[in-house]
Structures are given as structure tokens and as C-alpha cells.
């Protein structure tokens, strides 16, 4: 007999997001699609006709869905013990690149039980035969949803003295209590392990271990993927200094590019560096400083990066319409194809992708690259599904953007992301757009994805001389008209009367047609201060 079988892993959002560094972030997807994949390679090889996805050998997501014949509650434990062995073979892998003496440091034992208990592996399944597909797979979520619920809560094993790892706090350090010394820091011996490259209080679990270790150490940073912003800025004379300034902050790990260029926290101790090695990044960074100033851009700009999250609108009602296995198939191999193209947008804008699963997007970006890039993974996606969507529908992908700090921290940052993105969720096929100073209030606009041109409208209105305090006194005469609620017209002749007077003689700008309201007028503010910064990275053609 035939079933239609849907397996869930996890955790998701929590567990990629536990992060310090991308090269952590970047760790943490690759081993949660590594996982994935190896359930979906032993699924095939026990006869199992894999549908989402379609192949193995693809990006898997953290939900598949195949058909089974025989018995699958022999065949969902098998499955399990295959994510469980790809988990512990990369702890393997992880603890043999582990110096010696940082190995006699570790509680195997509170390893195993972290190893195995960290995963959530959920299976349901439902008879295929003499019933619609559709029927079928709509059973079987209401099914997965009811397991889920009841989810499995291991109590862990006590260790009052062991410090808790700050990658997840829900876990023990794996560092034997008495080698922490004072302040629960981490041994001396782990610190100075080069491979893992932690800080005093980084009491790490062993799945954060797992990432640190065998994280690439090609991975930009937060701080590298700020600075990218000025590549398209600079002239190419002055490309030189910069490059040189990338390579020093190769060698100075604990350094930010913003510590070379602007000389803060200067000099580095420890560094092993010349008095001709200072003098050549003092001599880069005065040239680089230099070539800003001339170019009108702030010093503020260059420490900004932005974190995009996508998301596909209405899958799961697209997909109760796909009425057979190969329908949904074909759709499977489509999604794929975006995953796969998705990683080429990104880094066509000099960003980084972090997760791609299924139709989730995850990456980081140059902060003047973002909402270009957002914009052509929306498109791509409604390109791509065009042709295997029911009854001749649209597929549209929400997003979100945060811009922040580089010095943010990661975790807090991608939620802010995910934030955005589900404000973009609340309209679909939008775009939210947050920006996150270091210090000050934040500023956020969520739009339909048609408004999109009026970002580099008013982008470029700013480029040519638009005054900087617009966007403040339309607010101010939002919260002055709020409580008298005036007509439409009124409002709109007041907003376009300011406007007039903040703009040069010769340019044509006008307010736009969806603000009938004080609140949409607030949120046009809102939008313009994004805007406003976004402007600050000014393109070539726009320098004097």
C-alpha cells in the first residue's frame, strides 16, 4: 500500500540565526541542509518516490514529502537515525581538527546527549490509495500539525556549575566545569585554538562547536560586507588602498574595517605588526578617508549592512491546488531552480548567502545593493514558477530588510529581518524596509511591491540636492494635522506645498497618489528617511 508520508526537521530560524559570526551563520545552514539531504538520500533508498523535493541532490528544505510503499513506521525511524548519524559524523569531523589539549577539555558524554537531543524529527503519514492527492496532503498537514504540537520535551541532565553556551542558552557548556576557571570563561587552551577563535566567554555547546570548527574562514564578515558598499563608489586608483585595507583585516581577526579606516582603537596589541606595516595602513586608510571626504560621503555610511529574508506568499494554498504527485513534482523542480538562481542574484549584488531553502531566503548584503537585489529575487521568483502555477496565478515572494550596525549583534539583527519580513506578510507580495541606527529611533516603510520605482525616485531627488530636513517636517505637519483630521485635499496641498519649498526650481516632484491620510503621510516620512541614507552612497554619475 501506498502512503503519502511528510517529514518535518528542526529547528529552523532558531538555530541558523544562533550565530556570532556569519561564518557561525553560514556553518549553521549548510549543516541544517546537509541534513536534510541525507534524510532525502536514504528516503530514495528505501524505494521512497521523493516529491518535495524532487531530488536529493538539491537544496533541501526542512520539510519533505515523498511516497512510501510497505511500512512507513519502519521507514520514518530509519530516516531519523540518518539525520542523527550525519549530526554526529560532522561532531567527528569537528572534534578530530581539534587541537589535543582541547580535546581532554571536553564532556563526551554531555556531547552525546546534546547530539542526540538537539534535533525536533516529526513524521506523519497518510494511505494514498482510492484517495485524491490533493485530499491526501491536506490530511496530512492537519496530521504533521497535531504531532508537532505534542512535541517531544527531554528533560537535559543537570549541571548547576556548567556556564550555558551563548550561542543557545538552552544548552551547557561541553567544557568540563572545573577547566572554566574564575567567571565561567572558556579554558585558555580553547581560546588559543586558532580554528575555533573564541572570545573568554564563549562557553560553546557542542553544536555551536560543530559550526565554529567547521565554519569557512572565507566568509565575510558583517563588517567586510559593509564596507563592499564603497566597491561601486570608489575610483578604481583608489581600489588599491582598499584592497589593501581588506587584506591587513584578514590578518587583525578582532579588528573592524572602520578600526583601520578611521584609526579607532588604535594601535592593535598582539598583532605582530611593524613599524612599515602600520605606516602602510595608516598611509592606505589616509589616502581612503581622503577619497570619501572629496565624494561627499559620510563616514557613518561604511559601517552599515543589510540582512534580506524572502519568503514565497501563499505556498501552502498554492500547493492544495496542485491535484497529482507530478504536478507537484514539476513545482519542486522549479522552486529548486530558484534556490539555485537565487544564490547567483545575491551574489551578483557582492552579498552573501547565507540560506536558500526552498523559496526562504536568507543573505546579507551591501546596504546600497539590498532593495535592488530584493527587487530581482521577487521578479526571478515570479519568472521561474510562472509556468507550474494552478490556474494560471502569480507567484510572489514578501521581504524584509534590515539595515544595521555592523556591530549589531547577529541574532538581534536577523530578527529585526524577520520583523520586516513579516510586516511585508501582513499585504504580500511587499517589500519592508527597516532601518536600525546605533543610536536614535528606528525608521520602517512596508509597501506593495508596485511602489517599488518610488525608491529610487525619491533615492535620486536627494542624489540631485532634495533638502535633508523634508522628511521631518512632513512628519511634523502629520502629527499637527492628526488630531483636526483634515480633507484629503487639504492635507495633500499642504504636503505638496512643503515639498515645493524643499526642492530645486527645476525639479517636478510631486506627492504621491496613495496618501489620502495623516498616517499615510506619516509613513511617507518614514520612507523618504530610509531614502535620505540610502542616498549617502552616492553613485559616480551623481559626484561633482
Not at 538520500?41 to 519533505?64: E, H, M, Q, V, Y
Not at 542574484?345 to 552573501?352: A, D, F, L, N
Not at 501582513?426 to 528606528?442: E, F, K, N, Y
Request: glycine letters at 4%; one cysteine or more; charged letters at 25%.
Amino acid at each position: 500500500m501506498k502512503y503519502l508520508m511528510g517529514i518535518a526537521i528542526g529547528p529552523v530560524q532558531e538555530f541558523i540565526a544562533a550565530a556570532r559570526r556569519t561564518a557561525d551563520l553560514t556553518a549553521g545552514s549548510r549543516l541544517l541542509v546537509e541534513i536534510a539531504q541525507a534524510v532525502a538520500r536514504t528516503l530514495k533508498g528505501r524505494g521512497a518516490t521523493l516529491i518535495f523535493p524532487a531530488d536529493s541532490c538539491t537544496t533541501a528544505p526542512n520539510k519533505l514529502l515523498c511516497i512510501v510503499e510497505g511500512k512507513p513506521h519502519e521507514i520514518a525511524p530509519i530516516a531519523k537515525d540518518a539525520a542523527l548519524e550525519h549530526l554526529r559524523d560532522q561532531w567527528e569531523k569537528a572534534y578530530r581538527q581539534m587541537d589535543p589539549k582541547v580535546q581532554q577539555l571536553i564532556d563526551t558524554k554531555l556531547v552525546n546527549w546534546q547530539l542526540e537531543n538537539f534535533l525536533e524529527f516529526y513524521a506523519a503519514w497518510v494511505p494514498l490509495e482510492g484517495v485524491p492527492y490533493s485530499a491526501a496532503r491536506e490530511r496530512l498537514e492537519r496530521i504533521m500539525a497535531g504531532r508537532k504540537a505534542l512535541r517531544n520535551f527531554q528533560q537535559p541532565h543537570k549541571y548547576p556549575r556548567h556556564p550555558k553556551s551563548p550561542l543557545d542558552p538552552s544548552m551547557d557548556s561541553v567544557f568540563y566545569t572545573e577547566k572554566h576557571g574564575e567567571g565561567f570563561s572558556a579554558p585558555d587552551a580553547a581560546q588559543k585554538a586558532s580554528n575555533l577563535r573564541l572570545k573568554p566567554r564563549e562557553t560553546l555547546d557542542a553544536i555551536s562547536l560543530i559550526k565554529r570548527a567547521l565554519g569557512q574562514r572565507d566568509v565575510p564578515s558583517t563588517d567586510k560586507i559593509a564596507a563592499r558598499a564603497i566597491e561601486s563608489i570608489l575610483p578604481q586608483e583608489a581600489l588599491h588602498d582598499y584592497d589593501t585595507l581588506l587584506r591587513w583585516l584578514d590578518r587583525l581577526e578582532d579588528y573592524h574595517f572602520g578600526d583601520l579606516l578611521f584609526q579607532r582603537n588604535w594601535r592593535p596589541q598582539g598583532a605582530n605588526l611593524s613599524d612599515a606595516d602600520y605606516a602602510d595602513i595608516e598611509q592606505c586608510a589616509s589616502n581612503l578617508r581622503r577619497d570619501l571626504h572629496e565624494r561627499g560621503i559620510p563616514q557613518e555610511s561604511l559601517s552599515y549592512y543589510a540582512i534580506l529574508v524572502a519568503d514565497g506568499d501563499r505556498m501552502g494554498a498554492t500547493l492544495n491546488q496542485l491535484q497529482t504527485p507530478e504536478l507537484h513534482r514539476s513545482f519542486s523542480d522549479k522552486v529548486a531552480r530558484f534556490a539555485e538562481q537565487a544564490k547567483t542574484i545575491v551574489e551578483s549584488h557582492q552579498g552573501h548567502l547565507v540560506y536558500c531553502g526552498g523559496d526562504d531566503v536568507l543573505a546579507l548584503l551591501p546596504t546600497n545593493c539590498a532593495l535592488k537585489c530584493a527587487y530581482e529575487l521577487r521578479q526571478k521568483f515570479a519568472q521561474t514558477l510562472a509556468d507550474v502555477m494552478p490556474n494560471g496565478s502569480t507567484a510572489t515572494l514578501s521581504a524584509g530588510i534590515a539595515i544595521v550596525h555592523a556591530m549589531e549583534n547577529l541574532q538581534v539583527a536577523i530578527g529585526w529581518a524577520r520583523e520586516a519580513e513579516q510586516q511585508a506578510k501582513r499585504t504580500r507580495d511587499a517589500l519592508a524596509v527597516i532601518r536600525q541606527p546605533r543610536s536614535g529611533g528606528r525608521n520602517c516603510y512596508s509597501a506593495p511591491w508596485s511602489r517599488y520605482p518610488e525608491w529610487g525616485q525619491w533615492i535620486n531627488a536627494f542624489h540631485r540636492g532634495l533638502a535633508d530636513k523634508l522628511p521631518y517636517e512632513l512628519r511634523q505637519l502629520a502629527q499637527e494635522y492628526r488630531a483636526i483630521n483634515p480633507p484629503v485635499e487639504v492635507l495633500r496641498a499642504e504636503a505638496a506645498r512643503v515639498l515645493k519649498r524643499k526642492q530645486k526650481p527645476d525639479e517636478t516632484l510631486a506627492i504621491p497618489e496613495w496618501i489620502h491620510s495623516v498616517d499615510a503621510l506619516d509613513e511617507f516620512a518614514e520612507m523618504l528617511l530610509i531614502a535620505r541614507f540610502l542616498a549617502s552612497y552616492k553613485p559616480k554619475e551623481t559626484r561633482r
